[in-house]
């Protein structure tokens, strides 16, 4: 009795496996996503604990100098002085207010918006206010709009698109990682599934639905899989605790129980998404191009051709994140010279050996996506 002949996977499987790959993992991670989701408001008092006071907005209407105190064996401030402002929100607008002004936030002069507080638990045209800081919204927003003029001006509709990607990145960190941490949910778990699913929309969004994209966001997990796995093993390896910055200091002030140590984990791998992802997309066009210019190429070949485009693009990129994480720790170095602390036990206090195990951990990630996204990428776009 004649058999039928088993059917070879042809083309059009090949293309499809990733496609139905990246579809059960974008349901993995959405269903992480709704199970992790916080709810219910945060436990009263960790917000009063870490304001110092209610802020209002306020106009400078005066200032009016005066000589710094002075104190033996410091050298003299400038900058001192009271200033007359009319508040523009708060119970008190539109009353004007006399605070004392020091060096630390200079005042220009009249007509300047500033930042006010005023104690919790005092209300009422009585309450002492006290300068907090400049307002510096305008100036902040009129940089934003001319990023987004020249992004959308330069990329079109993709440009767009990757504005729209950003965007949604802020909400999901603001909505969801943010909170879901401060609810209790273990910030790994938190950090790999807000990852992903900020990987998947920003990818799909900002590149539409193509073979290279799903390539690009295969290629993107088995990097921050690879990251979050280093992450993993050398935090506790390098005893780092997460509560030597200031932040850490103050969520423990405010009584909030939550995992520096995984807190930090979880800063690793949010940090390793950009570059990550930048690095999956490159690879996974790169290796399209070479095809549509060469349709006779070889899986092997586009491999080969990829690799060697991807060991560039690492080099360049693994040199920013360094500089990228090296620049946030700048103030620890430079303190760190000042004391004359030899190198060695500088790379040993956990303020800089967190922004080595940060660097390269995620270093590892991008290193783990690349030769992922060429493979995946040369099975989809040859056939042979």
Do not use: K
Request: net charge neutral.
């Amino acid at each position: 009795m004649a058999t039928s002949p088993t059917r070879s996977a042809g083309p059009r499987d090949v293309a499809r496996a990733p496609a139905v790959a990246a579809g059960l993992l974008g349901l993995l991670l959405l269903a992480g996503l709704v199970l992790l989701w916080p709810r219910g408001p945060l436990p009263p008092g960790f917000g009063e604990t870490l304001a110092a006071g209610h802020v209002e907005r306020a106009e400078v209407l005066e200032v009016r100098p005066s000589d710094c105190p002075q104190v033996p064996g410091v050298p003299s401030a400038e900058g001192c002085g009271t200033a007359l402002v009319r508040l523009r929100s708060g119970p008190d607008e539109g009353s004007v207010a006399e605070i004392p002004t020091t060096g630390d936030v200079p005042i220009s002069g009249p007509g300047e918006l500033v930042l006010v507080t005023r104690p919790n638990d005092v209300a009422g045209p009585d309450a002492p206010y006290a300068l907090a800081d400049r307002l510096r919204l305008g100036p902040l927003l009129g940089l934003a709009a001319l990023f987004a003029a020249a992004v959308v001006a330069l990329g079109r509709l993709r440009g767009l698109a990757a504005l729209t990607g950003l965007a949604v990145s802020l909400a999901l960190l603001t909505v969801f990682v943010v909170p879901a941490i401060l609810h209790g949910r273990p910030p790994v778990l938190v950090a790999v599934v807000g990852a992903g699913v900020l990987a998947m929309v920003v990818l799909y969004l900002t590149h539409g639905f193509r073979p290279e994209t799903t390539t690009a966001f295969l290629g993107t997990l088995s990097g921050l899989a690879c990251a979050a796995a280093a992450a993993e093993i050398w935090v506790p390896l390098a005893a780092l605790t997460g509560s030597t910055a200031e932040e850490a200091i103050a969520l423990r002030a405010a009584g909030l129980e939550v995992d520096l140590a995984g807190l930090l984990l979880a800063g690793i791998v949010i940090g390793a998404l950009g570059a990550i992802d930048d690095v999956a997309i490159t690879q996974a066009a790169a290796v399209a191009e070479l095809a549509r210019r060469d349709p006779n190429a070889t899986r092997a070949e586009l491999r080969r051709a990829g690799m060697r485009l991807g060991r560039a693009h690492v080099g360049s990129i693994v040199n920013t994140l360094l500089l990228a994480y090296a620049g946030a720790a700048l103030p620890a170095f430079l303190l760190l010279s000042l004391s004359e602390t030899s190198l060695v036990i500088a790379a040993n206090q956990e303020l800089l050996a967190a922004e080595i195990v940060r660097t390269l951990a995620g270093s590892l990630g991008l290193v783990a996506a690349v030769p992922v996204t060429t493979r995946l990428a040369a099975r989809t776009a040859a056939p042979r």
